[in-house]
């Protein structure tokens, strides 16, 4: 059944159509990706499903009762209000229940008898609504996406841009709308942040409308793929989008894609083909013998509808530059800790300042990929700096091989001058480069006309992210260093770029989020990752991603099975510890009964010795009596000691 209908839907800014026609349905439960490049109307479609932009052409309808959330790319403005005080809002209903049952509380201990009943009926409402498991799901939702429990006071005014959308994407969830729209949700999370909501998501029973980037995010989150792929006008420019419907996750995407532009482009040329025989027999017949059957192949093909040749939007075209052979051990580290020394040394010679983390001794031979991955703050863009020699290392030493010459891709692209324009950064970076090639070089990085005589200043992230891609192509490097390369560009472009680095004959050590960068080129896995101890260390894995994940969940599956184990050899101890003290306080209870009844032994020994003594006395000369009584007299005062001797044992 169908929540969400849209007819006919369009929109345009000014003379501008961003895309028209759009016909759409999302039944219950869909979980859909909608990916294209960018400038394609995702986010304006996004907006205007969750009616916060009103289309200018159709119309989206909404099933009655149903409620949906919307998070923004951008920050939303901040409150006053705590990190925590903001998650609980999410809860007003569950919060005004409390606050009654609290009110409820003071009128029971008042003596209100009435009130019981209803206290009652509602504390088991708010049972079963969760009620009691609020604090813990905040606290849950917070944790996965990368909030500390000191950031829970915290004022969201306080937080960083970053920080606010992440606590919009928590208060969502928390919220759980019936449809979640959710704007490049990725965009401020780690890769442990990242797998969290991977599997919220994967568990979540809604509907969910997704943009993404993030191809590997996409593959585990959506079920349908809907691309937003821009038609190109008549004259070659690009025109309004078009909407396409695709089923299953990205990759099924990407292949499906692969197999329909195919299919219509046999299509297109067959008839093409049609097009051009039929146009040559009339051409060849409309004026001779065979004029009726001309004019009737020339009706039919006035009445054929013509099928647009499929084009693919304008993309990067990249080729690195591999530069000279380097030596066959590319880049070897000793001893490297990795941090911010301050100038000074201690008297013992230690460096002070911030030390991130300290790594195992390091090697990368030729034509070897790593991916360097971690939580944000760990330490990975320090690495790379410490290895290009931007940054001395914190202590150890970092050496290079022979003949290798280093290309640094920034994340922030520090190294782009802001009062350059576009054409004279690149004619900066390309000594011997022409203004001919330069500008030639923009274009296959999607800068054309004017676009080379832009400020770096006013570029986008996206803009700055292919003018650096351009600098690095002319840099003829042999070892890349690369942070976070696909960061603002479109998933065409990352693909791009991901086959480019895939055919670089050299020696690459990345940093990225992007997993499906990672899972393509790494031949080997640096992990950062946090212990027990908050300490940060670093682990090399020989392998593929894949493979690393498959290892990471195997030694988390033996952490676990071993946790049970000790958890469960604690609770036998714990038994063993219960039945020995059950057994010592059976065995004390013994000893006490026994001490009772020895003393009651003697005490009854102790009479029976002064009822003996009379007995004799009272005999006079009936000897016998007196020798029996002399035996029983005998007798019991070996009791009596015997007795004693009990005692003292049981008491020592």
Not at 305 to 331: D, Q
Not at 399 to 416: C, D, P, S, T
Not at 583 to 598: F, P
Request: contains cysteine.
């Amino acid at each position: 059944m169908s929540i969400i209908t849209g007819a006919g839907v369009g929109k345009s800014f000014g003379a501008f159509d961003v895309f028209t026609d759009f016909n759409f349905s999302v039944a219950r439960g869909d979980k859909i990706a909608l990916v294209g490049p960018n400038g394609s109307g995702k986010t304006t479609l996004l907006r205007i499903i969750a009616g916060l932009e009103a289309p200018t052409a159709g119309s989206i309808h909404h099933a009655r009762g149903i409620s949906v959330g919307y998070l923004a790319q951008t920050a939303e403005e901040s409150t006053e209000r705590t990190l925590w005080e903001e998650m609980s809002a999410a809860f007003t209903a569950l919060n005004a229940l409390a606050e009654r049952l609290r009110q409820l509380e003071e009128q029971i201990a008042a003596g209100d008898a009435a009130a019981l009943e209803q206290y009652g009926r509602l504390q088991h409402e708010f049972e079963l609504a969760g009620g009691y498991e609020v604090d813990s799901r905040i606290q849950r939702v917070l944790s996965g996406l990368g909030f500390k429990p000191q950031d829970v006071q915290q004022r969201l005014s306080h937080l960083s841009g970053g920080q606010r959308v992440r606590a919009a994407l928590a208060r969502l969830l928390l919220l759980s709308p019936d449809v979640l729209l959710l704007d490049e949700p990725t965009n401020h999370l780690d890769t442990q942040g990242i797998e969290w909501l991977e599997a919220y998501l994967q568990a979540w029973e809604g509907t969910l409308v997704v943009v993404s980037h993030d191809r590997y995010f996409l593959d585990e989150v959506s079920d349908y793929v809907w691309e937003m792929n821009v038609r190109r006008a008549p004259d070659g420019s690009l025109g309004v989008s078009r909407l396409e419907r695709y089923r299953g996750g990205y990759t099924d995407y990407a292949a499906q894609r692969a197999e329909r532009r195919e299919r219509q482009l046999a299509e297109y040329e067959a008839q093409q083909e049609l097009i051009a025989k039929q146009s040559d027999y009339i051409r060849r017949n409309i004026a001779g013998q065979n004029v009726a059957q001309a004019k009737g192949r020339l009706k039919r093909l006035n009445r054929l509808e013509r099928l647009e040749k499929p084009v693919e939007a304008r993309a990067m075209s990249i080729r690195l530059n591999n530069g000279p052979r380097s030596g066959n051990i590319v880049l070897e580290t000793q001893g490297l800790a990795v941090g911010y020394a301050d100038p000074t040394e201690q008297a013992n010679g230690k460096k002070t300042g911030h030390l991130l983390f300290r790594a195992p001794d390091l090697q990368l031979l030729r034509l070897e990929r790593a991916a360097l991955i971690g939580p944000n703050g760990a330490g990975k863009t320090t690495l790379l700096k410490t290895i290009c020699g931007d940054l001395p290392p914190f202590e150890g030493t970092v050496r290079l091989g022979a003949n290798v010459k280093i290309g640094y891709f920034a994340q922030a692209h520090e190294g782009l001058d802001p009062n350059q324009t576009v054409l004279g950064e690149l004619m900066r970076a390309g000594q011997d480069i022409t203004v001919s090639q330069a500008r030639s070089l923009l274009g296959r990085f999607l800068f054309s006309g004017d676009d080379a005589f832009k400020k770096i200043e006013v570029l986008s992230g996206g803009e700055r992210g292919r003018l650096a891609l351009a600098k690095l192509t002319l840099q003829g490097a042999n070892l890349l260093l690369l942070d976070e390369p696909t960061n603002h560009l479109d998933i065409p472009s990352q693909e791009i770029l991901t086959e480019a680095l895939d055919q670089f004959d050299g020696t690459l050590l990345l940093v990225s989020h992007d997993r499906y960068l990672v899972a393509a080129l790494a031949t080997q896995i640096w992990s950062l990752e946090r212990d027990a101890d908050n300490e940060t260390r670093l682990t090399v894995f020989k392998g593929a991603y894949d493979a690393w994940l498959n290892e990471r969940e195997r030694l988390a599956e033996r952490a676990a099975q071993t946790r049970k184990q000790d958890a469960r050899a604690q609770q036998s101890e714990v038994k063993s510890h219960k039945a020995q003290e059950t057994r010592s306080k059976n065995a004390e209870k013994l000893r006490q009964t026994k001490i009772a009844h020895t003393e009651q032994r003697i005490e009854a020994l102790e009479q029976q010795l002064v009822e003996l003594t009379r007995c004799i006395q009272e005999a006079g000369a009936d000897f016998a009596k007196i020798q029996a009584l002399t035996v029983a007299y005998q007798q019991a005062q070996d009791d009596l000691a015997r007795a004693w001797d009990e005692l003292a044992a049981l008491t020592d």
